[in-house]
């Protein structure tokens, strides 16, 4: 997303994009709200629990591959994840991978799949699952970077502090 900010002067703000951060599509942004990948690398903006969601109707059985619907390939919660269902004693299948949470969500909907998303992304049609049987998920980090290589340098800095003041509200 691209603003007009005076004169000739641009600031790009990153939208989410697939993968945008683990395929360094951040390079091209001043400013980028992402999921941490690494320790230390941007400002800590706030933790996003991950969790099971299911349809209201959906059982977990122990003696059955567990269908899951899961982030895109590369991205930092798909590894995370796939760290996490590595831990099932029958095994899973991915039957649906997207980077949108609407797919993901479409797919348990469905009865295709379960799928781990962020506590705040899990609508009122599904319901958290907690189950014995399911490992025990991790938080994503979400932190803001900015682009010091730019002529908006100045422009950056207030931006991600507006961004810091108004989640902190």
């Given amino acids: 997303m691209r603003g007009k900010i005076s004169g000739n002067r641009n600031l790009t703000v990153l939208r989410t994009l697939p993968d945008s951060y683990s395929q360094n599509r951040i390079r091209d942004a001043d400013v980028a709200i992402v999921t941490r990948d690494k320790p230390g690398r941007g400002e800590f903006l706030f933790s996003e629990q991950l969790v099971w969601a299911g349809a209201k109707n959906s059982v977990i059985r122990e003696d059955q ?10 991205s930092e919660a798909r590894k995370k994840v796939m760290t996490a ?3 099932l004693p029958c095994g899973y299948r991915i039957a649906y991978s997207s980077p949108y949470v609407a ?15 962020t506590r705040c992304s899990v ?3 599904l319901h958290i699952i907690n189950s014995g049987q399911l490992p025990t998920l991790p938080s994503l980090d979400v932190v803001v970077i900015s682009c010091d290589n730019t002529a908006n340098t100045k422009l950056n800095e207030l931006l991600v502090n507006e961004i810091k003041l108004q989640l902190s509200r």
Wanted: charged share 15%.
């Fill in 65 to 74: 591959r567990l269908s899951v619907a899961v982030y895109e390939y590369g």
């Fill in 85 to 87: 269902l590595g831990k």
């Fill in 103 to 117: 797919g993901q969500i479409a797919a348990v909907e469905s009865g295709t799949a379960i799928a781990v998303l």
């Fill in 123 to 125: 609508p009122d049609s």
